[in-house]
C-alpha cells in the first residue's frame, strides 16, 4: 500500500539557519510527490511538486526537494529560515488509483528568534 | 489565494444533528475532492468527483456523503454527527482527472466542532 513517512513530528531551527524536512514514501512505480504547507487557520499551499525529469525541484518560498529513488525520500530543504516559514508541513504522495493525495502526519516547523 | 472557496468557514453543532459543507472549486476544474484533517487521524480523503459523478472513495463513513452539482460546486452532508466528526474538512481541485499527477489546490477548509 502506498504511504508516506515523516519522520519528525516537531522541528525547531534558529532563524538564518538551513532546515531540512525528511519525507519518505512507500510506492510502486515512480510516484508523483508534494509537498504544502500549512500555516496556523490556513489551508495547505503548494510549495513544490516532482513528476518526473530533474530530481531536484525549486518551489516557492525558496524552497526546494529532491527526489532521491534508491533511498524512497523526497526531502524539503531551505539553505535560510525565515521566523515567517513557521507553520506545518505536508508531505504526500499521488495515487496511482484515482486522484487522491496520500498526506503524511506532518512536521511543525518552529523559528528560534 | 488557491481560487477554491469553502463555507462556512466554522461550524459549531450538536451530536445527531446534520451540516452541509460547500464547496466552489477553481474556475475551469472539474475534480473535486474532500479531506478530512484531525488530530489522531491526521489528514484523510473522503471522496472525489470528477465532472458531477463519483469517481473516487476513501474512509468515508456511511453518515457522511457528497454531490457535485452541474455548476460545479459541491457539498458534503455529514449526518448523525459525533463527537469524533470534529475535524477541519477541506475541499481541493484539480482540472482533471490524470490521476495522482495533477496538482490539487485546497480551500482555507470548514472547522466543524461538534458538541
Known amino acids: 500500500a502506498q504511504s508516506v513517512t515523516q519522520p519528525d513530528i516537531h522541528i525547531t531551527v534558529s532563524e538564518g539557519a538551513s532546515l531540512e524536512l525528511r519525507c519518505n514514501y512507500s510506492?510502486?512505480?515512480?510516484?508523483?510527490l508534494f509537498w504544502y504547507v500549512q500555516s496556523p487557520g490556513q489551508g495547505l499551499q503548494l510549495l513544490l511538486k516532482?513528476?518526473?525529469?530533474?530530481?531536484l525541484v525549486q518551489g516557492i518560498k525558496g524552497f526546494e526537494a529532491e527526489f532521491k529513488r534508491s533511498q524512497s525520500s523526497f526531502n524539503l530543504r531551505k539553505p535560510s529560515v525565515h521566523w515567517s516559514d513557521a507553520a506545518e508541513y505536508f508531505c504526500?504522495?499521488?495515487?496511482?488509483?484515482?486522484?487522491?493525495?496520500?498526506f503524511g502526519q506532518g512536521t511543525e516547523l518552529s523559528v528560534k528568534p | 489565494d488557491s481560487g477554491v472557496t469553502q463555507t462556512p468557514k466554522h461550524l459549531i453543532t450538536a451530536t445527531g444533528q446534520r451540516v452541509t459543507l460547500r464547496c466552489s472549486p477553481r474556475?475551469?476544474?472539474?475534480?473535486v475532492y474532500w479531506y478530512q484533517q484531525s488530530l489522531d487521524q491526521g489528514l484523510q480523503f473522503l471522496i472525489q468527483?470528477?465532472?458531477?459523478?463519483?469517481?473516487a472513495k476513501g474512509n468515508i463513513l456511511e453518515r457522511f456523503s457528497a454531490q457535485q452539482f452541474p455548476d460545479l460546486h459541491s457539498e458534503l452532508n455529514l449526518s448523525s454527527l459525533e463527537l469524533g466528526d470534529s475535524a477541519l474538512y477541506f475541499c481541493?481541485?484539480?482540472?482533471?482527472?490524470?490521476?495522482?499527477?495533477?496538482?490539487?489546490?485546497f480551500g482555507p477548509g470548514t472547522r466543524l466542532l461538534v458538541l
Open positions: 481541493a481541485s484539480s482540472p482533471g482527472l490524470a490521476g495522482g499527477g495533477e496538482t490539487q489546490y
Open positions: 510506492y510502486g512505480a515512480t510516484p508523483y
Open positions: 516532482y513528476f518526473s525529469g530533474d530530481t
Open positions: 504526500a504522495v499521488g495515487a496511482s488509483q484515482g486522484g487522491k493525495l496520500i
Open positions: 474556475s475551469g476544474d472539474l475534480s
Open positions: 468527483y470528477y465532472n458531477g459523478e463519483e469517481r
